[in-house]
């Protein structure tokens, strides 16, 4: 028996039976995020907590073996984030998935494991919303959300998901539970090492418990559906729209993604053309006017066709359709995901640049973004079996990740850094912020145990 | 010669002339913010910086002499965050003032010093709006709103300062400057160091400029004043409205505190009853709807009377007496004044305790609060010179701290620890999170030489 056996035999014995899995079928489920990192290992055994004490358990039989754990919720993740770490231990929140709604402080106790839209329908039973919406809500966990400071859909008007965390339970790194804020509003004591927290990617602690505001109800939007002749003519009447109103979608599909989503479900959409999707949520009474400036920003940038309606479901089904543009890509073929941002009035540049890097490195791009907020998701596709194309859309990946640093935007607006995109960061934030990053990493991790290789590199 | 002054004669030499103050009767002006800290120092020099460089070269000063050093903005900060260090430096940053204002990306970029309604103003002209509005936003400035991570009137609907921050520049205790963030509303590219700086009271660095989210301007409001023979029962019709609707305002004055601002001006408030305050800023349509909601959360909870105008101006007076709560008390005598908060629904609790807290220590304690949030200012009044009645005072002020506690709560809603508070810091957050604010602490000043003593303790 090696002495990683004997450690995983100790392991398994210091937790209920079930709880750890040691079998190479089981883990095989645990190696991968959607970002299905070919670097990603195979762990020694993954634990699939029930509560936070075997969390605690299993991150000090962790650190009392040097053993790199990674965390992990739905495994929904697109930038490796939970790619598992050879002979690594891998915690898997999945099983606590416990949601409780306190209607009158208008939050939600919540487990990690719990999925975002399960969050959102337990609020919406008692008249509550949960705003966060990534577009993979129906299958992400409220602890990835949290790990990756999610986005979405409605972001452009009601914000990310550190806006919406008003607490924590995290277990750190040497295995002590704390709790960072609470069901209060507003609270300045002390550093904001509850927003530190939100976005680390499981790098700095493991959470365990989430306490999130809500808010009342959407009411059911307006949809506007505008088509253009060229992506950049949609994002110009993003930039000129943002300036006056506050949508509360803006979604943007390019022609290529239009024709993905048709080929995977038709849906009727034009597939001549860019598409943009904009909804509105003000009251009665500020809605018509609301909607007339989309619409004639629309048409100012020059759409070749506006269409709105007020029916709710009618909108659900254009929200829909651009929800299945990651998965018709999927069907579509290999690719590479990309989760650049810029400030909104650099979208239109950004969208040009996305399409200039296709054309110059000869690889399909096709570009859907959350316009409003100036972020932005090409994909690359390639043929994986095929090493010229691969290492072309590998090329116009790097190309892309240049363009949005060269913009002064973010290399990731809402995936995180993950495994996949650790070696672009340097190149982002430059050697002192880097340095910086690494000093909280080494402050709260000084073994270097969580995560590690995730967003900042391992230590060799 | 000492060795400071030689060091004092060095650093006026490395910085053009007027940007050093030197002279007891100069450096005067820099020894204490509002909080009077009586255990405020006299600092050797104060930088009058123009520039991130000069606040690099008063650092790097620092650093290689092992000075503290107190960075200060207007100096209007109510716990005592910016108390001069005897023999410390400080750096004032209300000579960096400008304000851009970038309407297409929606944003301001705002050096520390301006004052937090000249952005107001700014983006108005843009038809902009910067929300956070402490009640002393005409005179405080945007490097302090940052550094205590500043609410206001309008949070309960609009959010804090950490939700407008979008970028900062600082310059760390060693003398660099880096920038976090940027124009771009979303970006999760590495930690989120951006919101750790947010509310660390000039402990980790200091800030030079902001980027500041803008939105479009608010809505004209409606105004609601009710009045309620209990303190208690006001706080009732807020628990009652906040599960409803969103106001966009919702202060509470007790009767104690109505009566001081009926002396300070006389604006023909009911001296017999507490006040409640509220706004709604939805658009017309929904306006109607949401100002039945709250009026019937106040008869329910039996409001004698209540007021509505949608007279802008009208509904401006209202907030103008509520903003003079505190000028009010200043002017009354002597006073300590808290900051602490709860879950909103204990918000009835909290007031009956801090009520409790008053009677049991024989001193008059009045309270203003942006009840919406939960969040207090209970204002201990005593005679100063009076040993008994500062003795009662004092263990008032600790009665408060520790009723907040006990309810969960936090011990600073939104002025910050400072040195006022720093030390019944430990008992809210608890060993454990105390080492890991130090630990974060250490690891961005290992030399401690940043506002050693506010938020955690000066090294010994």
Chains 1, 2 share one sequence.
Not at 330 to 347: F, I, R, S, T
């Amino acid at each position: 028996m090696t002495d990683r056996s004997a450690a995983v035999a100790e392991l398994v014995a210091s937790l209920p039976e079930g709880v750890v899995a040691t079998s190479p079928e089981s883990l095989e489920k645990y190696r991968m995020d959607w970002a299905k990192d070919p670097d990603a290992g195979m762990p020694c055994a993954a634990v699939r907590a029930q509560s936070p004490e075997h969390v605690q358990v299993a991150v000090r039989w962790a650190a009392s073996h040097g053993i790199p754990v990674v965390p992990r919720g739905a495994g929904t993740g697109l930038s490796g984030g939970a790619s598992a770490i050879d002979a690594g231990l891998v915690i898997s929140l999945e099983r606590m998935t416990t949601i409780e709604i306190d209607p009158a402080a208008r939050c939600a106790i919540v487990e990690p494991g719990a999925f975002n839209a399960d969050v959102k329908k337990a609020a919406a039973e008692h008249g509550l919303w949960y705003p966060p919406d990534p577009s993979s809500f129906e299958i992400c966990s409220i602890g990835g959300n949290v790990a990756t400071n999610a986005g979405g859909l409605c972001c452009v008007k009601y914000g990310v998901t550190t806006d919406y965390v008003l607490g924590l339970d995290v277990v750190l790194a040497d295995g002590r539970l704390i709790t960072l804020g609470g069901k209060q509003i507003k609270d300045v004591a002390g550093l904001s090492l509850l927003k530190l927290f939100v976005g680390s990617e499981g790098t700095l602690g493991i959470v365990t418990r989430a306490t999130l505001r809500l808010v009342p109800a959407q009411l059911a939007p307006s949809t506007l559906v505008a088509t253009f002749d060229s992506v950049r003519a949609a994002a110009d009447a993003v930039v000129a729209m943002g300036r006056l109103v506050r949508a509360s979608m803006v979604e943007l599909m390019d022609k290529p993604t239009v024709n993905q989503v048709e080929d995977f479900q038709p849906m009727g959409l034009d597939r001549d053309r860019a598409l943009l999707l904009v909804q509105s949520d003000a009251p009665e009474g500020a809605r018509e006017g609301e909607m007339a400036v989309i619409e004639k920003a629309c048409r100012d940038a020059g759409a070749a066709d506006v269409f709105v309606t007020h029916d709710p479901a009618e909108g659900a089904s254009f929200v829909q359709a651009r929800r299945l543009a990651f998965p018709a890509a999927e069907a579509a073929g290999a690719l590479l995901l990309e989760d650049v941002g810029v400030e909104v009035p650099l979208l239109p540049e950004l969208v040009a640049r996305i399409e200039q890097v296709g054309a110059d490195r000869g690889v399909d791009v096709v570009c859907v973004a959350h316009a409003g907020d100036g972020n932005t998701h090409p994909i690359v596709m390639y043929d994986a079996a095929n090493a010229d194309s691969t290492a072309r859309a590998r090329a116009a990946f790097e190309d892309i990740l240049t363009a949005a640093i060269e913009l002064g935007g973010t290399i990731t607006g809402e995936h995180g850094v993950g495994r996949l995109k650790r070696d672009a960061l340097p190149a982002m934030l430059g050697p002192d912020v880097m340095e910086l990053n690494q000093r909280v990493k080494d402050a709260l991790d000084p073994q270097g145990i969580l995560n590690p290789g995730a967003v900042l590199a391992a230590r060799s």
